[in-house]
């Protein structure tokens, strides 16, 4: 399974006017969109065959700097490596990504990391069966094991927010299970795919 990783950032006002800013970086990227929500938040995803192909790049002179986010930032990034539990196409590629940053919160035992393997299962596959862009995905942060990422692709916000409340019975346990033992942020992107040619 390759790696994601994920690059969470404040955008800056030059991105935010105009996104080809990154058009002269874009050989780094996989992926990149602007947080639907806030306008601010940007993500930048890069699809690594493994985590050691990354690790390559973070060793050659000039990094960070050679990759030339500068001018599309604004602040610290932040950046996971995940390794999601199936195929990532469908997520990345669907017109809007739902991309949740899940944190479990202090003190959490290895039994409750089991309950939310559990969870996040089941919630996916009762997403999936609702969904036309399958599979929802998930996975671990490499950088913080307390950390985790799931990503699910829809036709857009309005229809993700459709599902989830005209069953919201179905997933009540699921989304009061997640908020018992994690803290969440939910986004929604449209990811803009780039070449890496």
């Not at 089991?114 to 998930?138: C, F, Q, S």
């Not at 950390?147 to 459709?162: N, Q």
Request: aromatic content about 8%; glycine content about 8%.
């Amino acid at each position: 399974m390759p790696v994601v990783e994920i690059v969470k950032v404040s955008a800056s006002e030059a991105y935010k006017a105009d996104p080809s800013i990154l058009n002269p970086v874009a050989k780094f990227l996989s992926y990149s969109g602007l947080a639907e929500e806030d306008g601010v938040t940007l993500y930048l995803l890069v699809v690594w065959e493994t985590l050691e192909h990354h690790r390559a790049l973070q060793r050659r002179p000039g990094y960070p700097q050679i990759v030339g986010l500068g001018p599309a930032i604004d602040g610290e990034l932040q950046m996971h490596h995940v390794e999601f539990n199936k195929d990532i196409s469908s997520a990345l590629n669907a017109p809007v990504t739902e991309i949740v940053r899940l944190a479990l919160k202090p003190g959490v035992q290895t039994a409750t990391k089991e309950r939310l393997y559990e969870l996040l299962k089941d919630g996916g596959e009762k997403i999936d069966a609702k969904n036309t862009h399958v599979p929802a995905i998930w996975g671990q942060s490499t950088e913080d094991t307390q950390v985790f990422w799931f990503l699910c692709g829809w036709d857009s916000v309005k229809v993700h927010t459709d599902i989830i409340h005209g069953d919201l019975a179905n997933f009540a346990p699921f989304i009061g299970g997640i908020n018992e033992i994690g803290d969440t942020t939910v986004l929604h992107a449209k990811l803009l795919k780039h070449s890496t040619d």
